[in-house]
C-alpha cells in the first residue's frame, strides 16, 4: 500500500465520520511514516520491508487511536457512536407518522382477542408458555421484595414471551421480561425504535454488551411522539442465541439500573 492509497483511505473515513475540517488524520500519520526513509542504508532488503512493515503497523495503531480519542472526546464523535446502536433502532425524528392501528376502530368488549402484550392477558405459567413456545424460558432468580409475578404470555407469531411483575401494594405497572431466540442481532424483534434524541447507555451483563434508554412513545393524535421519562425504562442485551429485554414502568426509584442488570445477571 502506497502513500497516495493511505492518504485516500483516510480522506475518504474522516469525510464519512466527520466533516472535513473536524478531523484530518493524515499529517500525524505521514509523521510516523517519515521517522525513517524506506532508503538501504544498512542490511539487505528484507530488513528493510520489515522495518517499513514495523513503521506502517506503528502508523495503522496511531491512527486507531486518533480515531478513539476522536469519539471519545470531541462532540461529534459522540453523537457519532450515539448512532452505532446495536439493540436500539434510532429514528430519524421524535415524532412517527400517525400509525395505522391508530386508525383502527377500538374492539367492543367482551369481542377482544387476547393481547400478548397486555399483563391483563397474562394468565398462563411460565411452563405453559414454555411448552408452547418450544424453547427453554429463562426466569430472575432475584426480583426486589416490591414486585410479584403476575403471568406469562407468548406471541406466537414472533416466538416472544412475555414475563410480567406487578407491585404488591398497588397490583399496577411493574416489569416485564422479554426473550426471542435469534439467529442474528438483525432479525431481532426486540430491537425495536427509539427516538432521534435518545440518550443510549451501553453497559455490560455479565460480560454480554447491552444497552440502556429512559424514554417512551407516547401515543398522540398526529402519531407517537417520543420522550425521555425516567418512568419508562429499558434494558436489551443478547446472550447465547436469545435476545432479551427488561422494560420498567414506574417510580424513578422503584428499579435502579444497577436493579435492572442484577435481574439480567440472575436469569437462569
Not at 87 to 97: C, I, K, M, N, V
Not at 250 to 262: A, K, M, N, V, W
Request: net charge negative; hydrophobic share 40%; proline share 6%.
Amino acid at each position: 500500500m502506497n502513500e497516495s492509497q493511505i492518504r485516500s483511505i483516510l480522506r475518504d473515513l474522516s469525510e464519512h465520520k466527520a466533516p472535513g475540517a473536524a478531523i484530518d488524520l493524515w499529517p500525524a500519520l505521514q509523521s510516523r511514516l517519515q521517522t525513517g526513509e524506506f532508503a538501504e542504508t544498512r542490511g539487505t532488503r528484507m530488513n528493510t520491508r520489515r522495518k517499513f512493515s514495523l513503521r506502517l503497523a506503528a502508523a495503522i495503531a496511531l491512527v486507531v487511536l486518533l480515531f478513539a480519542a476522536f469519539f471519545a472526546l470531541t462532540p461529534q464523535g459522540r453523537a457519532l457512536a450515539q448512532e452505532a446502536l446495536q439493540f436500539f433502532t434510532r429514528a430519524e425524528s421524535d415524532q412517527l407518522p400517525l400509525q395505522d392501528w391508530q386508525l383502527t376502530p377500538a374492539p367492543t368488549p367482551g369481542t377482544s382477542t387476547p393481547d400478548p402484550a397486555s399483563i391483563l392477558d397474562a394468565t398462563a405459567s411460565v411452563q405453559e408458555v414454555e411448552q408452547i413456545a418450544g424453547f427453554d424460558v429463562l426466569v430472575p432468580s432475584w426480583i426486589p421484595d416490591s414486585l410479584q409475578f403476575v403471568g406469562a404470555t407468548l406471541e406466537e407469531d414472533k416466538s416472544i414471551v412475555r414475563i410480567f411483575y406487578q407491585y404488591v401494594e398497588t397490583n399496577t405497572n411493574g416489569l416485564a421480561l422479554r426473550q426471542q431466540p435469534i439467529p442474528v442481532s438483525e432479525d431481532c424483534e426486540l430491537c425495536e425504535m427509539v427516538g432521534a434524541s435518545a440518550e443510549v447507555q451501553t453497559v455490560s451483563i455479565l460480560g454480554n454488551a447491552g444497552e440502556y434508554v429512559e424514554g417512551v412513545w407516547k401515543l398522540t393524535d398526529q402519531g407517537p411522539i417520543w420522550e425521555s421519562d425516567p418512568y419508562m425504562k429499558t434494558l436489551r442485551w443478547q446472550a447465547n442465541g436469545m435476545a432479551f429485554e427488561l422494560g420498567f414502568m414506574g417510580p424513578p426509584d422503584g428499579l435502579s439500573l444497577e436493579d435492572l442488570i442484577e435481574i439480567a445477571e440472575s436469569l437462569q
